[in-house]
Nanobody, 111 residues
Framework: QVQLMESGGGLVQPGGSLRLSCAVS????????MKWHRQAPGKERELVAS???????TYADSVKDRFTISRDNTKNTVYLQMNSLKPEDTAVYYC?????WGQGTQVTVSS
């Protein structure tokens, strides 16, 4: 059974940083494009960042130059480094590849 487990969320002040992790078990991510999405209260889920098996990354305009997606295939894990966080980054962040989704981790940016 394939499982995606996000971690690293929490409460942070504006301007702060967090690093999210998504550990995958039950299947290798080596050949998969990995994605981070987020969903804020009352809003639709949006794609935040993606990374291909070859390491090509894409970002939503709202997070470009602040967030960095990376992967470690040896650990079967994908990361999202989030810097210069803003209140509007508050959301539940989900890891995804193919049709598989994690349970999400809450990120709250507030003073």
């Amino acid at each position: 059974q394939v499982q995606l487990m996000e971690s690293g969320g929490g409460l942070v002040q504006p301007g702060g940083s967090l690093r999210l992790s998504c550990a995958v078990s039950g299947s290798s991510i080596k050949f998969s494009t990995m994605k981070w999405h987020r969903q804020a209260p009352g809003k639709e889920r949006e794609l935040v960042a993606s990374i291909t098996s070859g390491g090509i990354t894409t970002y939503a305009d709202s997070v470009k130059d602040r967030f960095t997606i990376s992967r470690d295939n040896t650990k079967n894990t994908v990361y999202l480094q989030m810097n210069s966080l803003k209140p509007e980054d508050t959301a539940v962040y989900y890891c995804n590849y193919g049709w598989r989704w994690g349970q999400g981790t809450q990120v709250t940016v507030s003073s």
